[in-house]
């Protein structure tokens, strides 16, 4: 379940699957109206996992991203990670045309990506990648190409730790700064940054 708001209106959002298929209903409950209605179109998912407790909410559209552990054969469609976008409408006109698009993720952000070190998550920030103690950041410039820009590289070693081979226990996006925990503290990496999706990858 997730919460969207805007200036006048906040709704809940309830992805629902009771037969197991990569096919969810989508129920959305606007305080406004005060009811719950059911989306015509279904959430479509693909055949990974997708990380449903980092949701995001930009441009009237609900993104995942998927996992990437190696339980599928590399040849498929979704063997990398991937997103998945789905528009969040009010009218009912609207509604008929709602579909689930399939987002590729960076080039360079698939390479290494099924190794255990590597960690990928999405924000409103951008998309944002952890690989071998490297924090990368791009962010999705076009949704029909899939085209995305990096922003940012920065190593943890660059950053003057004290701690040798500081091991990151997590990271996130807060008020635009990219924030992250080792063992022993909580670092802040400030860049401005349009709101937009974006990926962050740390290996």
Not at 133 to 142: E, K
Request: glycine share 4%; hydrophobic share 35%.
């Amino acid at each position: 379940m997730t919460l969207e708001c805007d200036s006048d209106d906040y709704r809940l959002i309830l992805f629902d699957n009771e037969d197991w298929s990569s096919h969810f209903d989508c129920h959305v409950y606007s305080h406004k109206q005060g009811a719950w209605s059911l989306r015509k179109n279904h959430f479509f998912a693909g055949s990974r996992n997708l990380k449903v407790d980092m949701p995001v909410i930009c441009n009237g559209s609900i993104h995942f991203i998927s996992d990437c552990y190696s339980y599928l054969t590399e040849d498929g469609t979704y063997f990398r990670h991937y997103i998945m976008s789905y528009e969040i409408t009010n009218s009912d006109d609207e509604d008929e045309s709602v579909e689930t698009k399939f987002l590729r993720v960076p080039k360079e952000a698939r390479r290494g990506s099924h190794d255990d070190s590597c960690h990928m998550n999405i924000f409103k920030w951008g998309r944002i990648r952890l690989r071998k103690r490297v924090f990368t950041v791009w962010i999705l410039t076009n949704y029909e190409s899939s085209s995305w820009r990096r922003i940012m590289k920065v190593r943890v070693k660059g950053m003057g730790l004290v701690e040798q081979n500081p091991v990151i226990k997590g990271f996130t996006i807060l008020n635009g700064d990219l924030v992250f925990a080792t063992k022993k503290k909580i670092l802040f990496v400030h860049e401005k940054l349009v709101l937009k999706v974006c990926v962050l990858i740390f290996n």
